[in-house]
């Protein structure tokens, strides 16, 4: 049984759920998770990470009901189903519950992308110690972490390497693209739009980076949009008339860009590996205050995780009221052009690949997983 609670969540978990079944062709799955996942899987999810997905207290606070109906839901299939294995991706506040009662039922809980307790909420280390058996961890610096706390972690690479990789070798040529999209090929460059998977990401970064875009009038900015987001959505937010938006092509849309508007997650990385210079922005709700408070929670320097993984600052990171039209703008205008500021973040990218390695993820982590599962070892 899989618990994926976002977009990048079941991505990585559905290759996840193939690596699995080459390993173990009879496994039968049940999960929480998306399109991805249901493909690979050849089963509907239980529930729709939609469902539960949420960010912010106010969001939580709105989404307390679903929330709460998920964990049942959960709980239920856990007692009825009894999988082997429960894993575990990302999705902290949830997940963590879930593995408290699995770990009262006998089931072997394991993690594949284990929250970011390294940079805030460490309390959290003593329910995964508590509560799991195997850590599978995705950034270099991680396995250190655990393991220093008591907990079995592994690195199994990241996901997102043989990720973008394949993407890249699958691209259409840039003219084909821009057609396809209905996008104007009159020479003018791509600024990449990407305003993040969950609604109150985009609602709050969207105007932000369209307003900044709108300073650089020789180029065109597109949205790339997240696949569980309706267009609709988009254009609500953005009050835009001529606004782009494409869906099922960002890693192409990112590709094919000049320069890319990114809020900090996983898409940061993923714009890195494809080589295309950013700018990172998180405006949330935008006051001094909440940057202060998140200033003494955090223990990390930087919350992108290119400068996460290199351990320096190779791009720009805009948070809260420091992400203003003008503050993007004036970062955004060096990396649109060759300049010292764009050659240092594409040499940064070079560090960070090498140390992310060659490890394909989603085999490793199965063979991991299913070597330790005990209908596999009976096998």
Not at 105 to 125: H, L, N, T
Not at 182 to 201: H, N, T, V
């Amino acid at each position: 049984m899989l618990i994926a609670g976002e977009a990048s969540g079941d991505l990585h978990a559905s290759h996840l759920i193939s690596s699995l079944r080459s390993v173990d062709a009879d496994a039968e799955f049940r999960f929480f998770g998306g399109d991805l996942m249901e493909k690979a899987a050849r089963r509907r999810a239980d529930l729709r990470y939609e469902a539960i997905n949420v960010m912010g207290f106010s969001e939580v606070a709105r989404k307390i009901p679903a929330i709460m109906r998920g964990l049942r839901l959960a709980k239920d299939i856990l007692r009825d189903f009894r999988p082997d294995v429960l894993i575990l991706v990302d999705f902290a506040g949830f997940n963590l519950r879930l593995a408290s009662y699995a770990s009262k039922i006998g089931i072997r809980c394991d993690y594949f992308i284990p929250p970011k307790v390294w940079a805030w909420k460490e309390w959290r280390v003593r329910r995964i110690r508590k509560y799991i058996s195997h850590v599978y961890c995705i950034l270099p610096f991680e396995a250190s972490f655990f393991k220093a706390r008591g907990v079995d972690a592994k690195y199994v690479g990241n996901p997102s390497v043989q990720e973008v990789e394949h993407a890249m070798g699958h691209i259409p040529p840039k003219k084909h693209f821009m057609e396809r999209q209905g996008l104007s090929d009159d020479s003018r460059p791509i600024i990449a739009l990407l305003p993040g998977s969950r609604l109150g990401e985009i609602r709050n970064n969207l105007p932000v980076m369209i307003a900044a875009a709108k300073r650089f009038p020789d180029y065109q900015y597109v949205v790339g949009a997240a696949p569980s987001v309706p267009e609709k959505f988009y254009r609500e937010v953005a009050q835009d008339p001529g606004l782009h938006v494409v869906f099922g092509c960002t890693p192409v849309l990112v590709k094919y860009s000049e320069a890319a508007l990114v809020t900090s997650g996983t898409a940061t990385l993923e714009t890195a590996l494809i080589g295309t210079p950013q700018v990172v922005c998180y405006r949330s709700n935008g006051s001094r205050l909440t940057y202060r408070l998140m200033s003494r929670l955090l223990k990390v320097r930087y919350v992108s995780l290119p400068n996460l993984v290199v351990n320096n600052s190779i791009v720009p990171e805009l948070l809260l009221h420091q992400c203003t039209p003008d503050s993007v703008a004036r970062e955004l205008g060096p990396l649109l052009q060759p300049s010292p500021r764009r050659e240092w973040q594409l040499a940064g990218y070079r560090n960070m690949r090498r140390r992310l390695g060659n490890y394909v993820a989603a085999d490793y982590a199965a063979e991991l997983i299913a070597s330790g599962a005990p209908e596999a070892a009976k096998r």
